[in-house]
Nanobody, 126 residues
Framework: QVQLVESGGGLVQAGDSLRLSCAASGRTFSYYPMGWFRQAPGKEREFVAAITRGGGTLYHADSVKGRFTISRDNAKNTVYLQMNSLKPEDTAVYYC???????????????????WGQGTQVTVSS
């Protein structure tokens, strides 16, 4: 069983930065590929970023590339999402997710992840 708890969301202005954190329970965190997704009202959950077990490979959606960066600290059982140059269209609930299965699924699809946090709201005003 894995529990994920996100934090760091809030209300900011366009151009500001935020860093989201996702703290995971359990001693096997370093085994799991991790991802960040977001969901805006009336829209489907969409991929934002993902990171492999050791942090050696990163994936970012085109919409956030160059502005957001995913990272992880396996010693702290935590994955981060650094968000810079925020835009109003980044407004959404942000979720972190863990893949505790075989890690062979697509990093870009929610179905590849079997544990999810409760989400943290990010609101960017213009």
């Amino acid at each position: 069983q894995v529990q994920l708890v996100e934090s760091g969301g809030g209300l900011v202005q366009a151009g500001d930065s935020l860093r989201l954190s996702c703290a995971a329970s359990g001693r096997t965190f370093s085994y799991y590929p991790m991802g960040w997704f977001r969901q805006a009202p009336g829209k489907e959950r969409e991929f934002v970023a993902a990171i492999t077990r050791g942090g050696g490979t990163l994936y970012h959606a085109d919409s956030v590339k160059g502005r957001f960066t995913i990272s992880r600290d396996n010693a702290k059982n935590t994955v981060y999402l650094q968000m810079n140059s925020l835009k109003p269209e980044d407004t959404a609930v942000y979720y972190c997710a863990a893949d505790s299965k075989d890690g062979k699924g697509s990093r870009f699809h929610p179905v590849s992840y079997d544990y999810w946090g409760q989400g943290t709201q990010v609101t960017v005003s213009s």
